[in-house]
Each structure stands twice: as structure tokens, then as C-alpha cells.
């Protein structure tokens, strides 16, 4: 069975949010500013009711076996309005994390080919995503998939 036949993407729930923080958590940078603890920090229930309550923002999960099936990646995806390019619209991907137990095996490219045709669906022009320079595998990952390092990405940390 493909990873697309094996995957099936769906909205996530409040009852995903353990399990969406734990993939956060699982790399070398997310175990630095993630906290996976039962329970969550009230932080990330905020976060996931504002995310959940816009209609601009969709938190993914991808789930082995169906929809009701173990969660076994996830991704978020922003729909944003532009003026450039004759008022386009953009799709952002951040978050993008697959279990490490099941890495290696079509499911993070299955879950970008999604995340590429809902962008489409939704009447976008481009998708940009943003990795952290240090996520050198992942960086290769997205080039592989047709993301070009087109722009010089910036950030600014405020600490909040």
C-alpha cells in the first residue's frame, strides 16, 4: 500500500492536540521550546481554538489507516491575501513534523502533495513554507518536492 493510500488527512480536533505537540516536540529543535506534558500548558489550548476558529487557518493531521486511525503527522496551513500578483492569494505551510517511528516511508511527501492541491483548492497562486537552516534533511525534503530557496527568509524572536 502507497503512504497516500495508507494516509488520510483530516482536520484536527482538541482531542489531537497531545499528540500534534508531541510531533513538535519530537526533533532536536522542537525539544528545545516545546513542552509535551499531560497535561498541555493552557498555551497550547489557546493556540489551537484560535487556529481552530479562523477560517484562513486549517490544522492537519495525517492518520494512519483512516480517519479515525493512529495520527502519525501534521501540518498547518495559512491562507493568505496578497496584493502582489494582481491580489493573489498564498498558502503557508509551518509545522510540518512526521513521526520518526514512520519516517522514511512516502508519508511527509504525501502530506505535502496534499497540502499543495488544497492550496489549489482554495484558488491560491503559490505556497511558501519557511525551515529552520539548521533542518538541512528537511530542506533538501521540500527542493525535492519543487520548493526553490527563492527569497532570503527573516525573523525576529519577541521573546512573547
Not at 62 to 84: E, H, N, S
Request: charged letters at 30%; a neutral charge; hydrophobic letters at 40%.
Amino acid at each position: 500500500m502507497s503512504a497516500e493510500q495508507d494516509l488520510t488527512m483530516r482536520r484536527a480536533g482538541r482531542a489531537d492536540l497531545e499528540e500534534i505537540v508531541r510531533l513538535l516536540a519530537e526533533d532536536q529543535l522542537g525539544a528545545t521550546r516545546e513542552r509535551a506534558v499531560s497535561p498541555l500548558p493552557e498555551e497550547y489550548v489557546r493556540a489551537f481554538e484560535g487556529i481552530d476558529a479562523d477560517p484562513n487557518n486549517e490544522l492537519v493531521v495525517a492518520c494512519q489507516g483512516g480517519a479515525a486511525g493512529r495520527v502519525v503527522g501534521c501540518l498547518q496551513l495559512t491562507f493568505i491575501p496578497y496584493l502582489t500578483y494582481a491580489g493573489s492569494w498564498r498558502a503557508l505551510v509551518e509545522g510540518v513534523r512526521v513521526d520518526a517511528s514512520v519516517r522514511s516511508r512516502g508519508y511527509g511527501e504525501a502530506m505535502m502533495r496534499w497540502a499543495v492541491q488544497r492550496a489549489g483548492e482554495r484558488g491560491c497562486r503559490m505556497v511558501q513554507l519557511t525551515s529552520n537552516k539548521a533542518r538541512k534533511d528537511a530542506i533538501r525534503f521540500y527542493e525535492r518536492l519543487g520548493f526553490k530557496a527563492s527569497h532570503e527568509g527573516l525573523k525576529l524572536d519577541l521573546g512573547a
